[in-house]
């Protein structure tokens, strides 16, 4: 059955629980999808599962379902999956309930720690890739800061890039992350910030000397 565009009222939500693996975009009133328009609310007996637990959410994923995403800049994450409330609990004690969760978690905080540090040596090598002249002592600096939270280093596109664009992405957010530094550490930004330059103005003024010095981090001739 072909659902007109527009929004969903209440009427044909159970239509669309038949659609499984229905993709919906989190929305200000409630959800949206580029087919069926607004849903309005959730079938009767549904559940958020959040991401997270991959074991639950794999065998969820193998009856009705939704996959709910959320707008991230350029970036749609799945932030959940919607699912019958008596399946999930269902599932969840096939993976052995409370325990087998505690051992699931355990299991993701060890490989989110193996992620970041791969994150983290990816970032090293695209930064000794782009600048193999860069010093030591700079290159720990950079790549140190970079990955603290809010900065350059924890962009979404590194976590969220599709395989293909991983390397491009990882190569850019080196550049941008060198940059960062040397603006910092070897310009007089600061000072011209603090004399109440525009943040604009003050970046031009330093872009030249920026520039010297990545060229001279590009050749190892030029260390």
Known sequence: MVVPTGDAPESIVQTLVGIQGLTVWLHASGFWTPDHGRVEKLPDGWTLV??????????????????????????SPVVGTYAPVAEVERVRLEL????????RDIRKQQALKLKEAQITEALRSAIRKLFPA??????????????????????????FSPKTEREETMEEVAHRAVVAHVRHKYTRYEKILASGIETEVARATVANPIKQKLQSWESPSEA
Request: hydrophobic share 30%; aromatic share 4%; net charge positive.
């Open 50 to 75: 959040p991401t997270g637990d991959a074991a639950l959410t794999r065998r969820l994923r193998l009856g009705p379902h939704w996959i709910v995403r959320e707008k991230c800049g350029g970036y």
């Open 96 to 103: 052995g309930g409370k325990v087998g969760a505690v051992d």
């Open 134 to 159: 860069i010093p030591e002592k700079d290159l720990k600096q950079i790549v140190s800061r970079s990955r603290d939270d809010g900065r350059v280093g924890r962009a979404q596109a590194i976590y």
